[in-house]
DNA sequence: TAGTGGTCTAGACCACCGC
DNA sequence: CGGTGGTCTAGACCACTAG
């Protein structure tokens, strides 16, 4: 037992198990009183590795079962591509995950929605509460809702909890009658909700990564607001650009 | 004490009090045994909480002095920014942090950013390692480096641990007599390596986001792939993107 | 029913801080 | 030096799973 912390070391020495696949995706781990026992340390100092390791995403408990190494794969979540292909009108979500409208209708904007919004926080708006899961394996992968105000979208289709039948800024665009021609994304990693973390089965001390997107038309007015909030460590962001040649953004933070 | 968890009720009540400003930004919470008092709870438990709001980012720790609200305020990263106003050669970087290069020179290449630049992971490339802070209270906000080609950047002054006097794109540019003119970005939040752990000032158990670019000329060499770390408490990532009318972006996976 | 992880306790010792 | 957080222990009890 090196100069390290006993905590550490199991961790570190269980991640390398992990890692060179002397555990394998889906492999059940020794019990805790077993490793207890092998590494010469308290249960409660191997719980605490194992914690660490969960809060990582390399390995999921189950009580009364065991600890198993994650075998949940890593999603690629490309930012902008929503209004990719779909202007093309054709088809649904080219997403290869199913997607369900969990909830539609008038609602009171959340706080945070509002800001975003920029309304007051008491209006109402039409808001559309989204699951996106692994067609395969059922895992609930991505988590939201999408926020239209009242005067777009109220007494339409949209209020209704059903998916529709193309990509949904191409309705709102219809209903709205105006073009979205800008975004504005913004990505932060924290804790989740209790709703996040009981739909994408995260263990605590999980953390997901929480997107607000906000869509505006040419004018300047919010066509639509939405959040979505993926498992920290099963997602990561792509985003590909174009350099303009000459100083064309915005000058705001820049960093190197 | 109702039907919850000691820890997460514990946890929850300490967020409440913290977020509601019972407890400011800079105070100091109750020790550790005043709160197992007060709570009429173990220290054991009153430790998981604290661990849960440190690994939030609400919470810090100082051994021997106590626990005291985070006042570490939250930066945005605007993608793509980098490439903005600098384009008109004008000084520096327009950043509010302070720059400096700990390292420069050849080193072999590391694994993960070998796969970036598409090389052998054995290939020797020019490394600038470098460190943003905040000029006033000197807290380390940023970690990272720049991987450049041999071909472009050996034998050059960007070999020397200083900080350029414009931005570095325009550097490469010039020395490679190509022009930057796509860039892939991949965003990924989880655990720090032991250097961002250190350099960032992070507690055990807090995340990091991170951030591999590569930058590309118009002919699809890779001019230049960095590699940068953040607290992931204490960033977040903001993107404001033009929506094309047509479908011009490349036909990849896409949600909603 | 036996085995597993989940929670919690009481108490010990150490390392660091500030007086 | 006393007070603080950091680490670790041994052991108890509960909740869930599987046979």
């Known amino acids: 037992m090196p100069a390290q912390l006993k905590n550490q070391y199991v961790a570190n020495s269980l991640r390398g198990d992990i890692r060179s696949g002397r555990y394998a995706p889906g492999a059940k781990l020794p019990t805790e009183s077993e490793l207890a026992d ?3 340390v308290s249960a ?11 809060s990582e995403g390399l390995i999921e408990s189950m009580q009364g079962r065991g600890t198993f190494v994650q075998s949940r794969k890593l999603r690629s979540r490309y930012s902008r591509a929503r209004y990719g292909r779909a202007r093309s009108d054709r088809q649904l979500l080219s997403s290869d995950l199913e997607h369900r409208i969990v909830e539609a209708g008038r609602q009171v904007v959340p706080d945070h929605i509002a800001v975003a919004m920029e309304i007051s926080p008491d209006t109402e708006v ?3 509460h989204r699951l996106l899961s692994d067609p395969v394996t059922g895992q609930i992968e991505e988590i939201g809702a999408s926020y239209l105000p009242l005067g777009i979208a109220a007494g339409t289709y949209l209020e209704d909890p059903v998916v529709v039948p193309k990509a949904l800024f191409l309705c709102v665009e ?3 009658g105006k073009t979205y021609t800008s975004a504005r994304d913004v990505w932060r990693a924290g804790p989740p909700t209790v709703e996040q ?3 994408l089965g ?4 999980a953390a997901v990564v929480h997107l607000i997107h906000v ?3 040419q004018d300047g007015t919010i066509l639509e607001v939405s959040e979505s909030a993926w498992s920290a460590t099963h997602v990561q962001i792509i985003d590909e650009y174009d350099i303009p ?3 064309e953004l915005p000058p705001q933070h820049s960093d190197i």
Not at 202 to 205: A, E, T
């Open 215 to 217: 869509a505006r038309a």
């Open 245 to 247: 040649e000459e100083a």
């Open 126 to 128: 039409i808001a559309r």
């Open 174 to 176: 219809e209903l709205a």
């Open 44 to 54: 409660v100092t191997i719980r605490s590795a194992l914690a660490q390791l969960r």
């Open 197 to 199: 973390a009981v739909a």
């Open 202 to 205: 995260l263990p605590s001390g």
């Open 38 to 40: 092998h590494f010469k």
